[in-house]
């Protein structure tokens, strides 16, 4: 096997592979024609999960982005948790109408510049 024979084109081989009729239903018309830029994103979001599916690294890295994101999510929720419940406890206390009443006032602070 020569180093020529490594990038050799295949279809070279083929007399007429230029003319070749590819059925109307097959990938290959749709590439022909031009019709490749006006697929679906339903269509291009299939592609790439099967390119997913089928490549070994690229799954891992998905699965490994997915877990990572999980961890910083629990992580921000974890952080947040006593925000969250005191918020929770002064909503149940004071009422809608007097969280919107201390967001007003504290809105009102820094539009005149007087926050402390």
């Known amino acids: 096997?020569?180093?020529?024979?490594?990038?050799e084109n295949k279809q070279r081989q083929h007399i007429n592979y230029r003319d070749q009729k590819y059925p109307?239903?097959?990938?290959?018309?749709?590439?022909?024609n031009g019709s490749d830029h006006?697929?679906?994103?339903?269509?291009y979001w299939l592609n790439i999960l099967q390119k997913i599916k089928g490549n070994k690294r690229l799954k891992l890295l998905v699965i490994g982005?997915?877990?990572i994101i999980l961890i910083i999510a629990t992580g921000l929720i974890i952080a947040f948790l006593p925000l969250i419940l005191k918020l929770i406890e002064y909503i149940s206390q004071n009422g809608l109408?007097?969280?919107?009443?201390e967001v007003t006032v504290f809105?009102?602070?820094i539009w005149k510049g007087s926050v402390k």
């Open 107 to 109: 809105i009102d602070k």
């Open 1 to 7: 096997m020569g180093f020529e024979d490594i990038f």
């Open 24 to 32: 109307d239903n097959s990938r290959y018309s749709d590439e022909l």
């Open 38 to 43: 006006e697929k679906s994103d339903h269509q």
């Open 97 to 101: 109408q007097g969280l919107i009443n």
């Open 65 to 67: 982005a997915v877990v």
